[in-house]
């Protein structure tokens, strides 16, 4: 039986990705470009920019990686949302409809936070999990019921990502800030005492953040404050993990999004998901950040559940949450 693939374009925020994965969820490709900075954060035209220089080159990347020619391909999904902007996110749009009219094949769009939750799935084999959503903009404790991935707490203000990248500018550390705060975190022992503030199911990391700058600007090592900052946070998204784990009754908790790749937090909900019977999963660095493989394995979900858009039915829907997507694939 011919194989069938998926290519999947990720373009929501700084990394454009272009994945490939076969119909029954085998990687063959994973490519990927992202843009960074030595001072400062990102600027959407320039993201914009960055990712229209270098789809041509990934894209070729992804299909010499998986052995294919285009015209192999029996599906394009890409990421129709949330994004940063709409500028950014038609990047990925206008690609996937060029190459679906190119080889006359079918689209499907993907929402990018769903398809955090559902790459997490095929790589951990995952039953049935808690999840627990850390990115740029997201923080998010989401479990599955009633045909929907619901949301039972997150952050009311800004996502840790964001508030990580923004913290890691003011010391000058660049962008993205994750793995420089990771890494000087690991330079101190010495904590610092931060807001801790957990509302119900619910977080907050702004109070955090002001007060971390007020420190820095008074002369505090940026390295107490980094290790302070992931002490305090992820001890923050430990207490409304556990929480979330009762009132389910799930006895799985997987980990995903960007900041899924700091070591010290999977320590610490390791942790916790032993004491508590249960059993942590967390994704693999390359599929935790963004990347297209997630974007092409969420297409065929949709597409083997009916979806088949045409080209001009691909839309954007940059501000669509998590739980106002059907989940028709379960």
């Not at 409809?97 to 190119?102: G, H, M, P, S, V």
């Not at 707490?153 to 990771?182: Q, S, V, Y």
């Not at 899924?260 to 610490?268: D, F, Q, S, W």
């Amino acid at each position: 039986m011919t194989t069938k693939y998926c290519l999947g374009i990720e373009s929501t925020a700084h990394t454009f990705g272009v994945g490939v994965v076969t119909f029954d969820g085998k990687i063959v490709a994973n490519a990927k470009d992202t843009f960074t900075t030595e001072k400062g954060g990102m600027i959407p035209n320039e993201v914009a920019k960055h990712h229209r220089d270098v789809k041509a080159r990934i894209l070729a990347e992804a299909l010499m990686q998986a052995g294919i020619k285009i015209e192999d391909v029996s599906l394009i999904s890409y990421s129709r949302g949330p994004g940063l902007t709409p500028e950014i996110l038609d990047v990925g749009r206008m690609l996937a409809i060029e190459l679906a009219k190119k080889i006359s094949v079918p689209l499907a769009g993907a929402n990018h936070s769903v398809s955090h939750l559902t790459i997490g799935n095929l790589i951990t084999k995952a039953k049935d999990p808690v999840y627990l959503y850390v990115s740029g903009p997201n923080t998010q404790v989401i479990a599955l019921a009633g045909g929907k991935y619901r949301i039972f707490g997150e952050t009311l203000d800004i996502g840790l990502g964001n508030m990580l990248d923004k913290f890691a500018r003011d010391a000058g550390l660049g962008f993205p800030g994750g793995p420089k705060i990771e890494e000087l975190a690991r330079q101190s022992t010495n904590y610092i005492e931060l807001p801790y503030a957990v509302k119900g199911m619910d977080v907050s990391f702004s109070g955090i953040l002001t007060k971390a700058e007020q420190l820095l600007q008074k002369g505090t090592t940026a390295a107490d404050l980094c290790y302070s900052l992931q002490e305090t946070c992820f001890a923050m998204l430990a207490e409304v993990a556990e929480r979330a784990i009762a009132h389910t009754g799930k006895n799985e908790l997987l980990l995903i999004g960007g900041v899924a790749a700091n070591k010290r937090l999977g320590e610490m909900l390791d942790k916790m998901c032993k004491a508590r019977g249960a059993t942590f999963y967390a994704v693999p660095l390359q599929y935790s950040g963004d990347q297209g493989v997630m974007i092409a394995w969420q297409g065929v979900l949709q597409h083997k559940s009916g979806e088949a858009r045409k080209p001009e039915e691909a839309d954007l829907a940059p501000h669509e949450r998590t739980d106002e997507v059907p989940v028709t694939w379960k």
